[in-house]
């Protein structure tokens, strides 16, 4: 997921991002791999086909607002996103996220990161580095509560209830 | 005697078998009814429980809606909604609604979602059971895999966010605007993913199905959930969709002490509202986007084309015709109500005013349909306008009341439904 010096690239994006932005519906009918080719299409055209594993996003309020398809998580996995830092989440693309195994970190200045830079995170701790040297250097986002992180450490849901057995 | 509570925490508290519960905590529910649909449901939950190896926890609470991607318009479409015939088959599911109309109407329609129950749905739009005073909130696939094989899911208990309507709204003026005007005001995230409730005298003057678009667009005001207190306006829709058992209507309302976040609201004064390209909170009075040309017209979705919506946009489009140049479609939003509009003679005044009817699924609104011509100016009765979701990223999308959409179908431009209302 990391680098070799445990960092994460940033790629920017605006506020409002919906799920129809991150998983158009025109190509909801396929798998996940040709929803993914086009995730941010609309507002990053390049981000599918030059994100690489470990990348994160850093987005405005409101991310992941509309429907309720996990593909607009799932996409970002596909791709190998590592988190996504945003000031707020749609509450239902929240749930989404964590059962699909993605990381969201909740950052009221998720905004002052800039495309490009890179930053190490302690989703746990609630705590953001950032690599250069940039003001400020760390940055507070909301703990990620113990349930949540075995989810992402699963990846997902379903590794969660495979690993357990529980139903 | 318990600490008052919100319905919300009253709904909650039942749930997990609790007398009360307080804001903040995370609590495991039991749920009463889990409801999917072709595109979130079997094509994605099937390959999740044989990988699992795990059987459904109770077919009897659940309720599959083929909606989606009927009628079937491709090889892709035609194997989703296999999938889901075959997969309702071979699990004996009791409650399975093909083609028949759309989740969020259908359902309650056949009785299911009652007072004091605690639901999920593999939709976003499904908050809509909340006008039944059932707690019923959406879900992703994987999470709706959780609840099929445990048959419970975690909350963690909302604040609630009372927002209440004093008087009575003008002719011409409804639900849909007062969703609209409540988006426009506190944003697509105002709800903070707690709970909404609706309350006041104009809330409790609305039918049943006015009810429910107020509940179904909570999804685009971020909350989880939107709840109204059941009365004898429920009571009466319910038994008419046959639930013979008794409702405790007195339980399920939220205690007048109980700690809330209230907003209040004038509903007198409020005009017929319009969303503007490419958010429902953009929404401000019709007359700010008086004259703005629209060539496409589109009277749909759970949020849009009830039995209720059909009516108000028949009562200004009887006698009527379009304008030059103008497209109108309907796309009722259930059979049962798209029959009993032809009993009326609403779709037969919709068709004489020049609509053209779609099949009764979410066709144009989910972006399935590919209806929507690009570049077109377009106003609609859907709950969402983001670009490119109607299908086409060059289309500009308005949103409106039935009222307005036909009004603005008769004019050519956006306009305010009043005025063909003398």
Known sequence: ?167 | MTRPQTLAQKLIAAACGRSAVDEGEIVTCAVDLAMFHDSSGPRRLQPMLEELGAKLWDPARIVLVIDHYVPESDDESRRIVRIARDWAAGQRLPNVYDSVGICHVVVPQHGHIRPGMFCVGGDSHSPTGGAFGAYMFGIGSTEMLGVAVTGQIWVKVPKTLMMRWRGRLAAGVTAKDMMLHMIGRYGMNGGRYQAVEFCGEAVRALSMQERMTLSNMSAELGSQVGLIAPDETTAAYLREAGVAQELNLDRWRSDADADAEWHDFDADSLAPQVAAPHSPANARDADQYRDVPVQVAYIGACTGAKLEDLRAAASVLRGRRLADGMRLMVAPASSQDQRQAEQEGVMQWLREAGAQVLPTSCGACAGYGGSIPDGASVISTTARNFKGRMGSETAQVYLASPYTVAASAVAGRIADPREFMA
């Open chain 1, 1 to 167: 997921m990391t680098d070799h010096n445990g960092t994460h690239r940033v790629w920017r994006v605006g506020a409002d991002i919906d799920t129809d932005a991150l998983a158009p519906g025109a190509y909801m009918k396929f798998g996940i791999d040709e929803i993914a080719r086009h995730c941010l299409q609309r507002v990053r055209p390049e981000f599918a086909g030059q994100v690489r594993p470990g990348d994160v996003l850093a987005a405005g309020p409101n991310f992941g607002i509309g429907s309720s398809r996990e593909q607009a998580a799932a996409a970002l996995v596909h791709l190998g996103v590592a988190a996504v830092i945003a000031p707020s989440f749609n509450g239902l693309y929240f749930r989404n996220a964590f059962n699909v195994g993605l990381l969201l970190l909740t950052c009221a200045q998720a905004e002052a990161l800039v495309e490009g830079e890179r930053i190490a995170f302690d989703p746990a701790a609630g705590r953001i580095r950032r690599a250069d040297g940039a003001d400020p250097a760390d940055m507070l986002c909301e703990a990620v509560p113990p349930f949540l992180m075995d989810m992402v450490r699963a990846g997902g849901l379903l590794n969660l209830l495979k690993q357990r057995q529980t139903f």
